[in-house]
């Protein structure tokens, strides 16, 4: 799979946007780009993925790149509870039992 | 409720007894797969399942085996275990999807820590 690069911490205040950034020079047409979190004491959960055009659900929103070597979640409206790691993972498969491949991912604080 | 369980949720053992920990899905998922989680290493693979009877090893399957006999069940059996293998533990599972791979999110069970003396 091809790797991905994010920043170690960010910090945002509660009630505040906040955009996560990633890049992955080297995605291939296939690979799809998620973005799980996970929360402390919990195991990862899904938050959104996409493959070449921006996606919207209840949780973020995710915005590729034109020629895809980079993505940003973005958190329309933090809260204390977004508080987590987020990992941007690339995989030619998506999220199926060939598995997903978790970089350090983006420690997020939320300041009150 | 869907969900990934796991059990036990923590278990302290002595090298070389054997332990089982044991994953189970309501989801009709197709695909399960074993993690662990070090610092500084992240969350890697340890072997996944397409389907019953089909198991397949990820990136770090040494000191482990697994069994698919039901599809919501997928064990992770450590038969003789090592202090190296002391770490947090995560099932996850998800649907199989349409042209022969799978995109479907894949859902985490809430960890299991495992502590080998």
């Not at chain 1, 979640?73 to 690339?90: E, F, K, P, Q, S």
């Amino acid at each position: 799979d091809a790797k991905t690069t994010q920043p170690n911490s960010m910090e945002s205040n509660e009630e505040e946007p906040v955009h996560l950034p990633c890049n992955h020079s080297t995605i291939s047409g296939t690979d799809y780009i998620h973005w799980y979190r996970q929360l402390p004491s919990q195991g990862p959960e899904y938050v959104i993925h996409g493959l070449t055009s921006n996606v919207n659900n209840r949780m973020a929103s995710l915005a590729i790149a034109e020629d895809r070597k980079s993505s940003t979640l973005i958190l329309h409206r933090a809260t204390l509870r977004d508080a987590a790691v987020y990992y941007c993972i690339l995989s030619y498969a998506g999220g199926g039992a060939d598995g997903l491949t978790f970089g350090k991912g983006t420690h997020l604080i939320i300041q009150p | 409720e869907a969900q990934v369980t796991q059990n036990p949720r923590y278990l302290i053992t002595v090298t070389g007894k054997k332990l089982t920990v044991t994953c189970s899905q309501n989801m009709n998922h197709e695909y399960m797969s074993w993690y662990r989680q070090d610092p500084g290493l992240g969350l890697r693979q340890i072997y996944y399942s397409m389907n019953v009877e089909v198991t397949d090893k990820g990136d770090v399957p040494e000191g482990y085996k697994v069994s698919r006999k039901e599809k919501r069940n997928f064990p992770l059996i450590l038969e003789s275990p090592s202090p190296n293998q002391t770490s947090l533990y995560f099932c996850a599972s998800s649907f199989r999807g349409t042209g022969g791979y799978s995109y479907n999110e894949q859902f985490f069970g809430p960890g299991t820590r495992l502590t080998v003396l």
